[in-house]
């Protein structure tokens, strides 16, 4: 049987491959760009937010990446990420650029899940779920291996008193990261959902709006 006929069985990992048409083409490249700065503008006024305040808990500063990777797919995803530290890494901590990575990482993942399975109440613990541990091990990489595990957050009281009572420099890093992570990314997650189902029809066609809130048929 080939594989143009169309009883043959669909490839379930086809939306891994770049030819695979994104999920925002019905959608017009100006409604992208504009709901891509609106996210970009979350992001940073969440991260800049939670610098001023030092929360230690909170990040706060994707979710934008979430919304636009969800909507539109990995790379405006990426996108979004990236610009978002480059500009807080402008207007707040310089230390922020090189987590962009983080940002990338991030959008991979929830576009990904979103393009194939969708941005729905079934997927979205899973995505909040696998970010919350992915994030923070590249994260702590890139504050061990450039700041010493310490990068001008409100996580580095807890690194230092980790180190202070013995922890090595990975783990003292990463554990904070960790615990934070799990409640910042499953909460960004689903209010990411929120959001999207508030999105009038008018703006999201009603098509593309149905792929992502509901899984597809198997």
């Not at 979205?124 to 992915?134: F, H, T, Y």
């Not at 508030?198 to 703006?203: D, R």
């Amino acid at each position: 049987m080939s594989a143009s006929s169309p009883t043959a069985p669909a490839d379930r990992f086809s939306w891994l491959r770049p030819d695979r048409r994104p999920l925002h083409n019905p959608n017009s490249l100006s409604l992208i760009l504009t709901v891509s700065a609106f996210a970009v503008v979350l992001n940073v006024v969440g991260g800049t937010l939670v610098g001023l305040l030092a929360i230690s808990f909170l990040f706060l500063d994707t979710i934008g990446t979430f919304l636009v990777a969800g909507l539109f797919g990995i790379r405006w995803g990426i996108l979004v990420g990236v610009l978002s530290n480059l500009v807080l890494g402008v207007t707040d901590n310089p230390n922020t650029i090189p987590f962009a990575l983080v940002q990338i990482a991030i959008a991979i993942i929830v576009g990904g899940i979103a393009n194939g399975w969708g941005y729905n109440a079934k997927t979205v613990p899973v995505i909040g779920l696998l970010v919350a541990i992915i994030a923070p091990v590249i994260g702590t990489f890139i504050a061990v291996a450039l700041f010493g595990g310490v990068n001008g957050s409100g996580l580095d009281v807890v690194v230092l008193w980790l180190q202070k009572s013995g922890q090595g420099a990975f783990s003292s890093a990463f554990w904070p990261r960790l615990g934070s992570n799990f409640i910042d990314k499953v909460l960004t997650a689903f209010l990411v959902l929120a959001i999207i189902k508030a999105i009038p029809a008018s703006l999201i066609k009603p098509r593309i709006r149905q792929s992502i809130e509901a899984a597809p048929a198997t």
